[in-house]
């Protein structure tokens, strides 16, 4: 689905937020996702998740990530077009834009339906008493506070964004995924990943930033022990994935598209366009492994595998021996016609 022109979570002045979870996509299990757009001086109100973890990644602009965690702990850090940033579950958190323009953001969350606390409903929650024992604070102190009323999940800041020299170093919680050397390259493409071993605050949920060139193709395969979600940053592609009933989806996606594969469905990622592609893919683990079609061939003898197939073993093409396998395979036959 298009995940950029989905009707809004909300949407005003200041900036949208769209979804694709399971209640737009029934099929989805413990991962969802949300494209966040703020406005010149927008803010993502300060909230928390109280089932997932959040995993976002900054296609453009640049923000202010503030993080308030357990026993009094305080993150705040910028983060720019090419970097990520993580949220533990259950921490609150603001996305302030601080960019001359528009910042845009892909946010992916361990659960297929986020659970979202805000902290004006937070506090409406609460008496004018309960708060101002809180601060040691007469009750009336709290006499301005509207609890009735709804809580903007963004809105414009009054005055601009007080960025700490600190909050541009290197931070825990957030990852110069683009800047760093791609785990895989090849004239096929590239991949940048965040996994655990990478980025060890993460938990429950990865990401490969991947690009396909249009000599290359993501070869077929599947994930035994995760789900796959992916959203597409540029370029045009076709996806192939095989159901257990037998059947199979095939379709093209392009810039804003989302998808949802279950896990250890086969799947392959084909670029179809003049360009690169460029996909976000996120994993419901911080340690996502594949199987893929390149090595399993040789798991097996040949005449078990034409028996398989059905057919004589000497019509069995001559498989190449793969070690290890490539995720980005170069394209030496010309691409199938699209319908």
């Keep these: 689905m ?154 414009g800041s009054a005055h601009p964004a007080a960025v700490e020299d600190q909050a541009r170093h290197v931070n825990p919680y957030k990852y110069s995924v683009e800047a760093t050397p791609p785990q895989i390259y090849s004239f096929a493409g590239s991949a940048h990943t965040t996994k655990a071993a990478l980025w060890p605050v993460l938990r429950d949920i990865a990401m490969f930033s991947v690009r396909i060139t249009d000599r290359g193709m993501r070869e077929p395969h599947w994930h035994p022990e995760t789900a796959e979600m992916g959203y597409v940053v540029s370029g045009q592609a076709r996806m192939t994935i095989l159901d257990p009933d037998g059947s199979i989806d095939t379709y093209v996606i392009g810039p804003g598209d989302a998808y949802f594969i279950p896990t250890a469905y086969p799947h392959h990622i084909e670029n179809i366009g003049s360009g690169t592609v460029h996909l976000l893919i996120f994993f419901d683990r911080t340690d996502p492994g594949d199987i893929g079609y390149r090595s399993l061939i040789n798991v097996y003898p040949r005449d078990l595998l034409a028996a398989a197939f059905g057919m004589a073993e000497a019509d069995l093409p001559d498989f190449p021996f793969t070690e290890i396998d490539p995720l980005l395979v170069p394209r030496a036959n010309p691409v199938d016609p699209v319908n």
């Design 2 to 155: 298009s995940l950029r022109s989905q009707p809004p979570l909300f949407q005003g002045p200041q900036g949208f937020i769209t979804h694709m979870d399971a209640g737009n996509l029934p099929i989805m299990r413990r991962l969802s996702l949300r494209f966040l757009s703020l406005a010149f001086g927008g803010v993502r109100e300060p909230h928390w998740h109280a089932n997932a973890a959040e995993l976002g990644y900054c296609i453009q602009g640049e923000a202010l990530i503030t993080i308030a965690g357990n026993h009094a702990q305080r993150e705040s850090f910028v983060v720019a077009a090419g970097q990520m940033f993580f949220i533990p579950s259950g921490a609150m958190h603001s996305i302030q834009n601080i960019g001359a323009g528009p910042a845009e953001f892909v946010l992916a969350f361990s659960h297929e339906s986020p659970e979202d606390f805000g902290i004006k409903a937070a506090f409406g929650a609460m008496s004018n008493a309960v708060l101002g024992n809180s601060y040691d604070l007469p009750a009336a102190a709290f006499d301005g506070f509207d609890a009735s009323a709804a809580g903007s999940k963004i809105f």
